[in-house]
Nanobody, 123 residues
Framework: QVQLVESGGGLVQAGGSLRLTCAAS????????MAWYRQAPGKQRELVAA???????NYADSMKGRFAIARDNAKNTVYLRMNAMKPEDTAVYYC?????????????????WGQGTQVTVSS
């Protein structure tokens, strides 16, 4: 019912920057929380950053000061600006959104994931 499409991944040199974008679409009534996660090969998926509808943010310790999450509620879009990137930031980055959707005449809570976008940081 709710689709998330990520874009902006790619190859970057260490010290460089990238901006990821995730756009949500569907019968969305409201999106409460949006977040970015990442999963490196052989590792578990981990939280990168999260943001509430009101703009409160939360970051994993290793991303504080380097990454910035932002959202545009009118566009149902969340962004992740990544600066001073390191080879250990290499991973597939996933967008997550939680909120409420309209299904027929009923409101339903949803939680959706994007398909992921590859980010590779070369040393």
């Amino acid at each position: 019912q709710v689709q998330l499409v990520e874009s902006g991944g790619g190859l970057v040199q260490a010290g460089g920057s990238l901006r990821l974008t995730c756009a949500a679409s569907g019968s969305i009534v409201t999106i409460n929380n949006m977040a970015w996660y990442r999963q490196a090969p052989g590792k578990q998926r981990e939280l990168v950053a999260a943001i509430t509808r009101g703009g409160n943010t939360n970051y994993a310790d290793s991303m504080k000061g380097r990454f910035a999450i932002a959202r545009d509620n009118a566009k149902n879009t969340v962004y992740l600006r990544m600066n001073a990137m390191k080879p250990e930031d290499t991973a597939v980055y996933y967008c997550n959104a939680q909120g409420r959707t309209l299904s027929g005449t009923y409101f339903r809570d949803f939680g959706s994931w994007g398909q992921g976008t590859q980010v590779t940081v070369s040393s």
